[in-house]
């Protein structure tokens, strides 16, 4: 059974940090492309953050220079570091496995406010 979870969503106030978790387990996690996704309340989930099976790295335009994406191929584990987070990046956080087949979390909120 294909399981990701995600943890480390919560409530930040603008310009602060959080660093979110996935861990991954019943997929060959080294052969697989992960992600990040956000869907904010009444927009569509957009793409965050990606790293491929061999470690390429990709960021939406909004996120560079801010976020940063990793992978921990021991513990089956994705990160997303989130610096300097603004309001609009409040959004419920999605961990992504993608080779044939796709699979999601079930989600993680992040809400930025003063």
């Known amino acids: 059974q294909v399981q990701l979870v995600e943890s480390g969503g919560g409530l930040v106030e603008p310009g602060g940090s959080l660093r979110l978790s996935c861990a991954a387990s019943?997929?060959?996690?080294?052969?697989?492309?992960m992600a990040w996704y956000r869907q904010a309340p009444g927009k569509q989930r957009e793409l965050v953050a990606s790293?491929?099976?061999?470690?390429?790295?990709d960021y939406t335009e909004s996120v560079k220079g801010r976020f940063a994406i990793s992978r921990d191929y021991g513990k089956a584990m994705v990160y997303l570091q989130m610096n300097s987070l603004k309001p609009e990046d409040t959004a419920v956080y999605y961990c992504?496995?993608?080779?044939?087949?796709?699979?999601w979390g079930q989600g993680t909120q992040v809400t930025v406010s003063s």
């Open positions: 992504n496995a993608k080779r044939a087949s796709i699979y």
């Open positions: 019943g997929i060959r996690f080294s052969m697989y492309d």
């Open positions: 790293i491929s099976s061999g470690g390429r790295i």
